[in-house]
């Protein structure tokens, strides 16, 4: 599989902003998603981008490819204590049904 | 509807014995996989089906076998499993299984104590 890397700790104060970072080493991605999961629950499907963009933002959620680094990011503006979870970045090949999951950031939010 | 269902949520069994995990959707996806979650690390992909044939099979124990019996169903029947097949399984579509631009619907998964 590919190699899909992230920090496993961030801890915020609510209010502030957290960034989520991931990188990856398939060059033929195609979309790259980021999904969230809280405890004892399933994978939530936040937003996606498509490799030939640069930066998608949907409401509080901004996301960041820098293409030629295989560096991908999420912006979480106005953290609250409900964005507490662990937030997985994949990647999707050119051809195929594949996603590879990164490592996993746990995003702690502190009152 | 993007709801992908998983019965049942928790599931003990012993290693002798034989069950089945349940996933259900109804967006018309005709990809659906299975994943297998330890705690506090990414989803490991174990079984793709494609228009309800298996094209994926990430080279999984025989213990776990999977079936679609039709393109809205997939299960996931466990027999003589070992302690360390305990995880959370989790059931995942998608709209078009030759497009990697169509996301992952995940379930909320089945957290499966073997012992």
């Not at chain 2, 959370?88 to 497009?99: E, K, M, V």
Request: proline fraction near 5%.
């Amino acid at each position: 599989g590919e190699d899909v890397e992230q920090s496993l700790f961030l801890s915020v104060r609510e209010g502030d902003s957290s960034v989520i970072n991931c990188t990856y080493t398939d060059s033929s991605s195609t979309y790259l998603y980021w999904y969230k999961q809280e405890p004892g629950a399933g994978l939530q499907l936040l937003t996606y981008i498509f490799s030939n963009m640069d930066m998608k933002q949907d409401q509080r959620l901004t996301v960041l490819l820098n293409k030629k680094d295989k560096h991908l990011s999420l912006r979480i503006a106005d953290t609250q204590t409900g964005d507490s979870a662990i937030y997985f970045c994949a990647e999707s090949p050119l051809t195929g049904n594949q996603f590879y999951f990164g490592t996993g950031t746990s995003l702690t939010v502190i009152p | 509807d993007t709801e992908v269902t998983q019965t049942p949520k928790h599931l003990v069994m012993g290693m002798t014995n034989k069950k089945s995990l349940k996933c259900e959707q109804h967006m018309g996806h005709r990809a659906m996989y299975w994943y297998k979650q330890k705690a506090k690390k990414p989803p490991e992909l174990m079984f793709v089906y494609s228009y309800e044939k298996l094209s994926i099979n990430e080279s999984v124990p025989s213990r776990f076998s999977p079936e679609c019996p039709n393109s809205s169903l997939l299960n996931l029947h466990l027999h003589a499993l070992q302690p360390e097949d305990s995880a959370l399984y989790l059931c995942a579509s998608s709209q078009d299984p030759g497009q990697s631009s169509y996301e992952q619907y995940f379930g909320p998964g089945t957290r499966l104590t073997v012992t």
